[in-house]
């Protein structure tokens, strides 16, 4: 009996032994998956860092270059600029040059919007809003004029801008030295 005891306590250390080794085997088991999923996770992670550092880098580089486009745009913008504000300049110039020129002739374009018996004020609002209005007396009447400029062009311009607001019977007039002429004989005066 004494030997089945020990044999069966034998068997039972046998099989507690057995399963502690295996639980042992199984923890150990478990252990090396995680060291491996953690080193896993670190290669991730290195190569997230890496990729992140990446994309901040590009972005820098990216920002420089927006940055730099955007002064030398500016740059040839105002560039441009002054370009264009010496052209206008000398556009300027050589128009009131070629003004003065034609302004020596004393030849003067006028629109005349109407003639009426009455004597109406020159107010902007009872003439459609036209601005720059003058009249004249002739006989019985009055004559009512819209503008003031130096030539047949302009005066074509202002005639437009007459019809435009309902004074489609109004046409062009010409003075010579405050004299009204004939639109003929100012033209002979003036080159456009």
């Given at each position: ?34 060291i491996a999923l953690a ?64 302004s020596a002739v004393g ?48 005066a074509k311009l202002l ?34």
């Amino acid at each position: 009996i004494a030997a089945r005891e020990l044999a069966a306590q034998q068997k039972k250390q046998k099989e507690e032994a057995a399963k502690k080794l295996a639980a042992q085997e199984e923890a150990d088991r478990k252990a090396e998956a995680a060291i491996a999923l953690a080193a896993q996770q670190k290669m991730k992670d290195e190569e997230a860092a890496r990729k992140l550092a990446a994309d901040q880098e590009a972005k820098k580089k990216e920002a420089a270059a927006r940055e730099l486009a955007e002064q030398q745009a500016n740059q040839k913008e105002e560039e441009a600029k002054k370009l264009a504000a010496q052209e206008e300049a000398n556009r300027k110039e050589a128009a009131a040059k070629a003004l003065a020129a034609k302004s020596a002739v004393g030849i003067i374009f006028k629109v005349q919007l109407l003639a009426s018996s009455r004597d109406m004020p020159l107010r902007s609002e009872d003439f459609r809003g036209l601005n720059k209005l003058s009249k004249e007396p002739y006989n019985n009447l009055f004559r009512y004029m819209y503008g003031n400029v130096n030539t047949h062009f302009d005066a074509k311009l202002l005639k437009s801008n007459a019809d435009a607001k309902g004074y489609t019977t109004s046409y062009i007039v010409a003075y010579k030295e405050g004299k009204r002429i004939p639109l003929a004989e100012a033209l002979k005066y003036v080159s456009e």
